[in-house]
């Protein structure tokens, strides 16, 4: 069974800084896709940053400010979040895709809240 374990949200002023991780246990095969998603309230889920083999992915909102990172020895994934605003404000989502080739599966964290106030 699919876990993944997140941690790192919390308070922090505009301009600020914090740190998301997240590891992945259970799956057995290999993690093709590890990546970071947030939700506001009323709106849709939204890609920040995703990592693969062939490169990484942002936001065009978080570009120069947040940084993706992955460790495939320990199935884990990092969010360095700098330059906060206070529209960067969500629940912060880890999700991974893994999975045979013929049935891959998303999974997803249960979420951490970032708040950018002052």
């Known amino acids: 069974q699919v876990q993944l374990v997140e941690s790192g949200g919390g308070l922090v002023q505009p301009g600020g800084s914090l740190r998301l991780s997240c590891a992945a246990s259970?799956?057995?095969?290999?993690?093709?896709?590890m990546g970071w998603y947030r939700q506001t309230p009323g709106k849709q889920r939204e890609l920040v940053a995703s990592?693969?083999?062939?490169?990484?992915i942002y936001a065009d909102s978080v570009k120069g400010r947040f940084s993706i990172s992955r460790d495939n020895a320990r199935n884990t994934v990092d969010l360095q979040m700098n330059s906060l605003k206070p529209e960067d404000t969500a629940v912060y989502y880890c999700?991974?895709?893994?999975?045979?080739?013929?049935?891959?599966?998303?999974?997803w964290g249960q979420g951490t809240q970032v708040t950018v106030s002052s």
């Open positions: 259970g799956s057995r095969f290999s993690i093709l896709v």
């Open positions: 990592i693969t083999p062939g490169g990484t």
């Open positions: 999700n991974i895709i893994t999975g045979p080739t013929v049935a891959r599966t998303a999974y």
